[in-house]
């Protein structure tokens, strides 16, 4: 990547210079099933934290820098995150006729606090619509290129433009029509529709990478491969198989990975939100 042509967002809060104290929670297998099978992108990570028995904090202070980190790793998140706004600030208004409000970029370590309970790093990126944050412990990157076999910078932008896509629906109103209808959904119906939805934000990432090589010409060859190769490896599917167990579609969340790949392909081909609407073919 290009990533830098892009500008560093300033929206950007950084806890890992210490992190809060928590005791250990509970967690039940029920429970650890379900966050694997929610690896790694969470539409709404309150439906698997409220299951669990939340750390308790031991301590109120935590320490907290804005603005853009100096470190390597926080500056390309700043970068990707600038470049995110200033394509959305140019496709909420174009398409939509909207404004773009900017979300707010956590970086932890271990486990933190969120208005949708306490993150941890075992979910991976998520966000949380009820304080418009996208919460990320970078050691996830590692995971991703190393365990997940999707390496390369682009890999981790498509990462946070999928969590940046999930702030886009919460702007227009998906996120709360969706956990509506879920709540009065049997738990299968209920799971088809999430993966609608983080289909939906794969495609949001597509439209994202779309407009910003337009804009800035930030990608090079092999990248939107690369973007491909992160949207499979985090495909339902294929994370129970890695995990040892069999498919069972039922439990999807997220989507299959051809589905996961299919849909981020979709906005990178057209760059338009009305070409990101799985919900109309279901």
Same mark, same amino acid.
């Given at each position: 990547?290009?990533?830098?042509?892009?500008?560093?967002?300033?929206?950007?809060?950084?806890?890992?210079?210490?992190?809060?104290?928590? +005791?250990?929670?509970?967690?039940?297998?029920?429970?650890?099933?379900? !966050?694997?099978?929610?690896?790694?992108?969470?539409?709404?990570?309150?439906?698997?934290?409220?299951?669990?028995?939340?750390?308790?904090?031991? #301590?109120?202070?935590?320490?907290? *820098?804005?603005?853009?980190?100096?470190?390597?790793? +926080?500056?390309?998140?700043?970068?990707?995150?600038?470049?995110?706004?200033?394509?959305?600030?140019?496709?909420?208004?174009?398409?939509?006729?909207?404004?773009?409000?900017?979300?707010?970029?956590?970086?932890?370590?271990?486990?933190?606090?969120?208005?949708?309970?306490?993150?941890?790093?075992?979910?991976?990126?998520?966000?949380?619509?009820?304080?418009?944050?996208?919460?990320?412990?970078?050691?996830?990157?590692?995971?991703?290129?190393?365990?997940?076999?999707?390496?390369?910078?682009?890999?981790?932008?498509?990462?946070?433009?999928?969590?940046?896509?999930?702030?886009?629906?919460?702007?227009?109103?998906?996120?709360?029509? !969706?956990?509506?209808?879920?709540?009065?959904?049997?738990?299968?119906?209920?799971?088809?529709?999430?993966?609608?939805?983080?289909?939906?934000?794969?495609?949001?990432?597509?439209?994202?990478?779309?407009?910003?090589?337009?804009?800035?010409?930030?990608?090079?060859?092999?990248?939107?491969?690369?973007?491909?190769?992160?949207?499979?490896?985090?495909?339902?599917?294929?994370?129970?198989?890695?995990?040892?167990?069999?498919?069972?579609?039922?439990?999807?969340?997220?989507?299959?990975?051809? *589905?996961?790949?299919?849909?981020?392909?979709?906005?990178?081909?057209? #760059?338009?939100?009305?070409?990101?609407?799985?919900?109309?073919?279901?």
């Amino acid at each position: 990547m290009r990533i830098g042509r892009s500008r560093k967002s300033e929206n950007i809060e950084d806890r890992r210079a210490a992190g809060p104290r928590v +005791g250990k929670g509970k967690l039940g297998i029920g429970t650890l099933v379900l !966050v694997l099978a929610a690896l790694y992108f969470g539409i709404d990570p309150s439906v698997v934290l409220q299951l669990a028995e939340a750390p308790q904090q031991q #301590g109120a202070h935590q320490t907290v *820098q804005t603005g853009a980190p100096s470190d390597p790793q +926080g500056e390309f998140v700043a970068r990707v995150l600038g470049d995110t706004e200033d394509v959305w600030r140019s496709v909420m208004q174009s398409q939509t006729n909207g404004s773009y409000q900017d979300a707010t970029v956590v970086l932890y370590r271990g486990a933190t606090p969120t208005a949708c309970g306490t993150g941890q790093s075992a979910m991976g990126p998520f966000y949380c619509p009820a304080d418009a944050k996208i919460y990320v412990d970078l050691a996830f990157f590692d995971e991703l290129e190393h365990q997940l076999n999707a390496p390369g910078e682009f890999a981790r932008a498509y990462v946070l433009a999928h969590e940046v896509g999930h702030h886009v629906q919460n702007l227009l109103g998906t996120l709360d029509r !969706v956990n509506r209808e879920r709540s009065r959904l049997p738990e299968v119906a209920a799971n088809r529709l999430s993966v609608l939805t983080e289909l939906q934000a794969d495609c949001y990432a597509g439209v994202w990478a779309h407009h910003a090589q337009a804009q800035r010409g930030i990608l090079e060859d092999g990248d939107i491969e690369r973007g491909l190769a992160a949207a499979s490896a985090v495909g339902d599917d294929t994370l129970q198989r890695r995990a040892g167990g069999r498919v069972v579609p039922d439990s999807f969340t997220h989507g299959s990975s051809q *589905q996961r790949m299919q849909w981020f392909a979709q906005g990178w081909q057209t #760059g338009r939100l009305a070409d990101c609407d799985p919900f109309a073919l279901s």
